[in-house]
């Protein structure tokens, strides 16, 4: 069966740093893979979706990686800010998603 | 901001009863999800819904659960005899069609208690 696996269940890092967070999935060619954003008690937040034919997609300080190859999704928050803790979840598929069980990011000031 | 709105936030129910859970989609778009989410688990896919019928469902989404568009723009979720492990939160989302427009865009949620 498909499996998707978020490296952490929680990442702590200094402001201004950068986060990385990683996804890896097994069973499962995606075509499409996405990042979204949870805050505690409400629904998820599109941030990113990236093709299996890209390597690479940014969006101002986000940036996603995609190796078909390696089965493996990265995901980059450059400088760092308090405001980004959330938990973040990678999710494969494009309409049907398998999300992932998320990474609890902190940026500590 | 255009935004996916569901309601109750809260429903509390006993076991047996039967629930509708309500959302009312981004207006300009055509496909509609319902995810839940029992808490501390995963966000996991139930259903999608596209030109007034089921376009995918997971297991999860057996006889008990249906789904219904009543009107140009309500998205209903209907669990017919609720159990406890029906206790969750509960997640509209919708979308634009076409191969572009595959992010989602979710709810708040509602949160369901089945006693």
């Known amino acids: 069966s498909q499996k998707i696996e978020q490296n952490s269940e929680a990442l702590n890092i200094q402001e201004g740093k950068t986060a990385t967070l990683t996804c890896n999935y097994t069973?499962?060619?995606?075509?499409?893979l996405q990042w979204y954003r949870q805050d505690p008690g409400r629904g998820p937040v599109f941030l990113l979706l990236?093709?299996?034919?890209?390597k690479e997609k940014r969006k101002e300080r986000l940036k996603v990686t995609f190796d078909t190859t390696l089965k493996q999704s990265l995901f980059h928050i450059t400088a760092s800010q308090p405001a980004d803790s959330a938990t973040y979840l990678c999710?494969?598929?494009?309409?049907?998603?398998?999300f992932g069980s998320g990474t609890q990011l902190t940026v500590l000031p | 901001e255009p935004e996916v709105t569901q309601t109750p936030s809260h429903q509390v129910t006993q076991m047996g009863q039967e629930v509708i859970l309500r959302c009312v989609p981004i207006?300009?778009?055509?496909?509609f999800y319902w995810y839940r989410q029992i808490l501390g688990q995963k966000v996991e896919f139930l259903v999608s819904?596209?030109?007034?019928?089921?376009?995918?469902k997971s297991e999860i989404f057996d006889d008990q659960f249906s789904v219904e568009r009543p009107d140009g723009s309500n998205f209903t979720l209907k669990i017919r005899s609720t159990k406890l492990e029906d206790s969750a939160m509960y997640f509209c989302?919708?979308?634009?069609?076409?191969?572009?427009?595959?992010?989602?865009?979710f709810g708040p949620g509602t949160r369901l208690t089945v006693t």
């Open positions: 989302a919708s979308s634009l069609r076409g191969p572009s427009s595959y992010e989602q865009y």
């Open positions: 069973n499962y060619s995606p075509a499409y």
């Open positions: 990236i093709r299996e034919n890209e």
């Open positions: 999710a494969l598929g494009r309409r049907q998603l398998t």
């Open positions: 207006s300009n778009h055509l496909y």
């Open positions: 819904f596209y030109n007034n019928e089921i376009s995918e």
